[in-house]
């Protein structure tokens, strides 16, 4: 009976801290969302010789449905591992498949300098936590609305959180259920314990055991 006690309160004990362990990491998770800024150039294009040859700015390319998904994508995604994106270009085209999101990291915005562009090839400057200042100019800029990075992975780590809530939520299932098979297990016990005691009759000297 010893070994029944010790062992269910070793597993209630590890439940337990099971349990803990994920409702201390659970607020963490909902901390890292960030906001994502981005500014547009319209009808501009990186020039992609200077930037890359001559002032060694990073850049890969990416097929995306629409724009929209492209600047994401720079919200969201690296350009190289470790290489965080700054600098995007979208680029339309009339074949599916093809390569029309160009991502770029840019120390300064002067390393990669924009040329004019045919209509609809829009370049965005995008910043993670900081504000782009409004710009002024020739009117091919403008501030665009806010992106909130989080929304990206919304989807991924929503059903992180819920297979994390759903485990807690099991943890404490078991753990009541423990609570009462333990209650059940020691009130049985208590009536086996007192049932093995036996009764002594004494009748004309003689003594029987029931």
């Known amino acids: 009976m010893a070994l029944v006690y ?3 309160y070793k597993a ?10 994920l409702q201390a990491s659970s607020p963490a998770l909902c901390s890292n969302g960030k906001t994502c800024y981005s500014r547009q150039h319209r009808d501009a294009i990186v020039d992609v010789r200077i930037a890359v ?7 890969s390319s990416r097929v995306k449905q629409a724009e929209k998904d492209c600047i994401l994508a720079c919200c969201s995604e690296e350009v190289e591992p470790g290489i965080k994106c700054n600098m995007v270009v ?3 085209s ?11 990291h840019c120390e300064t915005e002067q390393d990669c300098p924009l040329v004019a562009a045919k209509p609809g090839i829009n370049t965005y400057d995008i910043s993670k936590d900081v504000i782009h200042p409004t710009a002024k100019g020739n009117g091919r800029m403008t501030v665009m609305p806010i992106i909130p990075v989080g929304s990206v992975l919304d989807k991924a780590k929503g059903s992180q959180m819920t297979w994390r809530n759903s485990l807690v939520a ?3 299932v078991t ?3 423990l609570t009462l098979v333990l209650a059940i297990v020691g009130r049985k016990a208590m009536e086996s314990f007192d049932r093995r005691h036996y009764t002594r ?10």
């Open 6 to 8: 010790q062992s269910s």
């Open 170 to 172: 099991i943890v404490v």
């Open 94 to 104: 009339s074949q599916t498949g093809t390569d029309n999101c160009y991502l770029f």
């Open 53 to 59: 040859e001559h002032n060694g700015a990073i850049t």
């Open 175 to 177: 753990l009541i259920c």
């Open 12 to 21: 209630a004990m590890l439940l337990l801290v099971g349990l803990l362990f």
């Open 201 to 210: 009759l004494e009748l004309n000297d003689l003594h029987y055991e029931i």
């Open 90 to 92: 979208y680029k339309p």
